[in-house]
């Protein structure tokens, strides 16, 4: 990696890290990048948004459900999900998280 790419992941760290605290950290950080704009924080923005939306959305699908066992698969794929990305961003790494990662870079190009 040359030093430019370096110092772009080290300014961009601690909002890549604060996106993936909660929904509210992921707005948090986009107003964080908002000025200078980060790509490496953009990249980690746009997959801990992808994240926790797709947390809420299946979450409110499974409590119309009433089934137990759904809530945990729920649970557990998003804890898999959470870790690949927040240890992503904790070890400045661009992985995008398996099979929805690079639709959630398409979908969210908003945040920017």
């Known amino acids: 990696m040359d030093k430019l790419m370096e110092e772009n992941i080290k300014e961009g760290k601690t909002a890549a ?53 759904s809530f945990f698969g729920l649970m557990l794929s998003y804890s898999i999900l959470w870790f690949y990305g927040f240890f992503g961003a904790l070890s400045e790494k661009r992985q995008s998280i398996p099979i929805l990662g690079p639709y959630f870079q398409k979908w969210f190009t908003f945040i920017s």
């Open 17 to 69: 890290i604060t996106a993936y605290f909660t929904i509210v950290g992921s707005l948090i950080a986009i107003s964080m990048n908002a000025e200078p704009k980060n790509s490496f924080a953009r990249f980690h923005i746009r997959q801990a948004f992808g994240i926790h939306l797709l947390f809420i959305a299946f979450g409110i699908l499974s409590s119309n459900w009433g089934n137990v066992y």
